[in-house]
């Protein structure tokens, strides 16, 4: 018998016990009989138990990555909407620590990241697809992937945004910023976090650690736009809307013409105007989502897969580090960790600082990379799969 007719009829013959069958009575004469009233339980049973993506929580991967991947300090993690693979940009062997910057600069004497920092993993099983990256960046931090496959990263040792075109290991000509001179005009940045892209090829760029505003660039990288500006004030109660204290994350909603800024300190996310439809500007204040549950907000990410819009963050770090759902209400949908199993060293469970997140095209995964420990892990809806 087929299995999923096996076990309807296990299923039945189990309802039947709970509608009182009598022993003498055979299964099969019993089903047959009550059928249309089985079926109408099964099928009220069926739609009380239906896993809904909104309410359940997604679980971590138990084998995600592979064991033999090899992954430092995650600075962005991204899906490619043209394979589905998930790709990480981690530091290697580097470690941001209190000796990494003199000032704005990176500190004289530091030599490029050895290891390959770009890794692109297979979706199902973790595998190392390919890997590239060597030997080219200090910093590694903002990774993203537009709809055409071509990865966006962020240095900020470098103070540098970078293309990369699909399936191409060596950057293209967008290369933003200039190599190792942070600065605050149209030409610099300085410590660049993330990018968005449109499907039209305009992006932005959260700019970044020590400048508190949003940049709009065309295709071509020409800067279109600016806004915000920086502070460094921790109190949220007399901000403007486009005080940034690390604006360090993007999220573009494009259906609805805004990009979303994880204002990292403030604990806060801004959306403005994005500018993508005609005769509309970007970066004119749309929303704000403030919940003094957040905590610091590191990474958010969109997603129109569910009963209703969401957004994923982020926040940290450890004890407060969690991943969240909310809705476009600011409704915190669920809160999550990582169970005690998923520990590692001395930890005890849960994130140490998540620091980047995606979300798979279908919206049933979410992928989270952290530092320290330095991992990314893959949460699921339901089961995950392994191809
Ligand atoms: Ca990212």
């Known amino acids: 018998m087929d299995r999923v ?7 039945l013959v189990v309802l039947a016990c709970g509608v009182g069958a009598r022993p003498s009575q055979g299964y099969e004469e019993y089903i047959y009989e009550h059928l249309p009233e089985l079926l109408d339980r099964l099928q009220r049973l069926d739609y009380a ?27 962005g993690i991204a899906v490619d909407p043209t394979t589905g693979d998930i790709l990480v940009f981690h530091r290697g062997e580097r470690e941001w620590g209190y000796n990494s910057f003199v000032g704005d600069k990176f500190a004289p004497g530091q030599h ?31 990774l993203t992937v537009d709809h055409a496959g071509n990865l966006w990263v962020t240095d900020v040792g470098l103070h540098q945004v970078m293309m990369f075109p699909k ?25 660049p976090t993330d990018v968005a892209v449109a ?42 809307e486009d005080e940034f204290f690390v604006p360090h994350s993007l999220a573009l909603i494009e259906a609805r013409n805004i990009i979303c800024v994880a204002d990292r300190e403030h604990g806060r996310i801004q959306c403005f105007t994005a500018g993508l439809n005609n ?29 209703e819009e969401a957004m994923y963050l982020v926040s940290g770090p450890m004890p407060n580090a969690f991943l969240f759902k909310i809705n476009l209400n600011g409704e915190i949908l669920f809160r999550t960790e990582p169970p005690n199993q998923f520990a590692k060293e001395d930890k005890t469970g849960g994130f140490g600082q998540p620091h980047d997140l995606a979300v798979s095209q279908d ?21 995950c799969t392994q191809r």
Not at 49 to 63: F, G, Q
Not at 213 to 231: A, D, N
Not at 363 to 383: D, M, W
Request: glycine share 12%.
């Open 49 to 75: 138990d239906k896993p809904s993506i909104n309410t359940l929580e997604p679980r971590v991967a138990p084998h995600w990555p592979a064991s033999d991947v090899s992954i430092g300090q995650v600075g």
């Open 363 to 383: 919206g049933r995964e979410i992928y989270t990379g952290e530092i320290v420990p330095n991992r990314a892990l893959k949460f699921c809806y339901g089961r």
């Open 199 to 240: 499907s039209n090829g305009d992006f932005f760029v959260s700019d970044g650690y020590c400048n508190g505003r949003i940049m709009k660039f065309s295709k071509k990288g020409h800067l279109l736009k600016q806004w915000g500006k920086k502070s460094s004030d921790g109190n949220t109660g007399s901000l403007s």
């Open 279 to 307: 005769g509309t500007e970007a970066g004119y204040f749309v929303h704000s989502f403030d919940n003094p549950e957040f905590g610091k907000v590191f990474a958010i990410a969109y997603d129109n897969n569910g009963p």
């Open 5 to 11: 007719v096996q076990s309807a009829v296990l299923f």
């Open 167 to 191: 399936g191409s290991h060596e950057p293209s000509d967008i290369v933003l910023g200039e190599a190792g001179i942070p600065g605050s005009d149209d030409d610099h940045f300085c410590k």
């Open 112 to 142: 490029t990241i050895k290891n390959n920092t770009i890794l692109r993993l297979d979706r199902a099983t973790g595998h190392i697809l390919d890997s590239f990256g060597a030997d080219r960046f200090y910093m590694p931090h903002g």
